[in-house]
């Protein structure tokens, strides 16, 4: 069935590291892909989203590439801050279903020391 | 504007009572979603609302599992005779509109439940 699998954590790391959470998916029909984010206290917020193959999302200095023939949506960030420890989801949707609801992964668990 | 507001955030109940959890949507958003997060299972769809309608229900664990949703606006999510694995966070979410173009689901800050 439909799933994804992310990278277990929990993941430290120093500020100004590099990050790379790696996301693999199994889906039927035509994906949108998504990196979710829930910061300590809050709700689930969009991070980045791309919605066709080759396409690149990217925010606040995280990026992932729609990779469909390795069928991966991989997070990276090139310099973390302390302020980017959260949990991160990654998660698609399908587009030509009729709710288009979120499957997501199991969340990894970013922290980042000063 | 206001968010997805979700009441209450948190509830604790003793096991076999029934329990009523609310998602007010952002105004205008047509397309409802539930969904539970839980230790053992991650994040999980429910059920999903097209205006009052909802046509896809395929996620509701079980038959103690109901919701509806009332003026195209305000949803309740019921779990009738609650178990201890019914503990989780129940997230909602609205979107615009459902349909073939993408546009966002927004989340609401989530109800925890705690069945003791």
């Known amino acids: 069935g439909d799933s994804v699998t992310q990278m277990e954590g929990p993941v430290t790391l120093s500020e100004e590291a590099f990050l790379t959470i790696n996301c693999t998916y199994t889906a039927t029909g035509y994906p949108s892909l998504f990196w979710y984010v829930q910061y300590p206290g809050e709700g689930l917020q969009l991070l980045l989203k791309a919605t066709k193959a080759d396409d690149k999302g990217s925010n606040k200095g995280f990026e992932a590439t729609y990779r469909k023939e390795t069928t991966s949506f991989h997070l990276e960030k090139g310099s973390v801050q302390v302020s980017d420890s959260a949990v991160y989801f990654c998660?698609?949707?399908?587009?030509?279903?009729?709710?288009?609801?979120?499957?997501f992964g199991s969340g990894t668990q970013l922290t980042v020391l000063p | 504007g206001a968010g997805v507001s979700q009441s209450p955030s948190n509830k604790v109940t003793e096991k076999g009572k029934d329990v009523e959890l609310r998602c007010d949507p952002i105004?205008?958003?047509?397309?409802l979603y539930w969904y539970r997060q839980s230790l053992g299972q991650g994040l999980e769809f429910l059920i999903y609302f097209q205006g009052n309608s909802a046509p896809d229900k395929s996620g509701l664990p079980s038959d103690r599992f109901s919701a509806e949703r009332t003026g195209g606006s305000v949803s309740t999510l019921t779990i009738q005779r609650t178990q201890q694995e019914d503990s989780a966070v129940y997230l909602c979410?609205?979107?615009?509109?459902?349909?073939?173009?993408?546009?966002?689901?927004?989340f609401g800050p989530g109800t925890r439940l705690t069945v003791l």
């Open positions: 979410a609205s979107r615009r509109r459902g349909g073939s173009s993408y546009n966002e689901q927004f």
């Open positions: 105004s205008g958003h047509t397309a």
């Open positions: 998660a698609f949707e399908i587009s030509s279903g009729s709710a288009r609801q979120l499957t």
